[in-house]
């Protein structure tokens, strides 16, 4: 994904001239959320769609 300095850079440049300090922030938050994720995805277990679909079908069945 490059760094935490480029994301945000390449962030900057997509963003209107006109967004507010509120508006970068918003969005920044969620590139932490989408690098946290993918972290997590990458060092712990995951599942398989077949999996969760198993698992969300089991719940809703309680």
């Known amino acids: 994904m490059g760094s935490a300095k480029s994301?945000?850079?390449?962030?900057?440049?997509?963003?209107?001239?006109?967004?507010?300090?509120g508006d970068i922030q918003y969005h920044v938050s969620?590139?932490?959320?989408?690098d946290a994720a993918i972290r997590s995805a990458?060092?712990?277990?995951?599942y398989s769609q077949e999996e969760a679909?198993?698992?969300?079908?089991?719940?809703i069945d309680e």
Not at 9 to 15: A, K, N
């Open 7 to 21: 994301q945000v850079e390449q962030l900057l440049r997509s963003l209107p001239d006109d967004c507010s300090l």
């Open 30 to 34: 969620v590139l932490q959320k989408i």
């Open 42 to 46: 990458e060092s712990g277990p995951t």
């Open 53 to 59: 679909e198993e698992a969300m079908w089991r719940w």
